[in-house]
Nanobody, 123 residues
Framework: QLQLVESGGGLVQAAGSLRLSCAAS????????MGWFRQAPGKEREFVAA????????YYADSVRGRFTCSRDNAKNTVYLQMNNLKPEATAVYYC????????????????WGQGTQVTVSS
């Protein structure tokens, strides 16, 4: 079974940057899409970004487009989310997720999830 482990969260000041990592335990599942979601206290889990393993094609939520960048390292089975110019409203637990097909922004259509990593942006 595919396991996903996020890392890289932390506390940062507004306008700062963080890079999140999501390491996949194996590639036998061969997910086509890796998504990033976030969930703030009291809110629904929302789509942030996605990347396609084979092509590197990316897709972003409007709220982060231009500031966040997805990338992947196939050799390391790892995807990254570079977050720049962070805003306090970005404070949330960030999750990576995997699904077998590209593309979905719906959390219910992802099959595997990591445990999440906390990102806190202070004003």
């Amino acid at each position: 079974q595919l396991q996903l482990v996020e890392s890289g969260g932390g506390l940062v000041q507004a306008a700062g940057s963080l890079r999140l990592s999501c390491a996949a335990s194996e590639r036998t599942f061969s997910p086509d899409a890796m998504g990033w979601f976030r969930q703030a206290p009291g809110k629904e889990r929302e789509f942030v970004a996605a990347i396609r393993w084979n092509t590197g094609t990316t897709y972003y939520a409007d709220s982060v487009r231009g500031r966040f960048t997805c990338s992947r390292d196939n050799a390391k089975n790892t995807v990254y989310l570079q977050m720049n110019n962070l805003k306090p409203e970005a404070t949330a637990v960030y999750y990576c997720a995997a699904r077998s097909r590209w593309l979905s922004i719906t959390k219910y259509e992802y099959d595997y999830w990591g445990q999440g990593t906390q990102v806190t942006v202070s004003s």
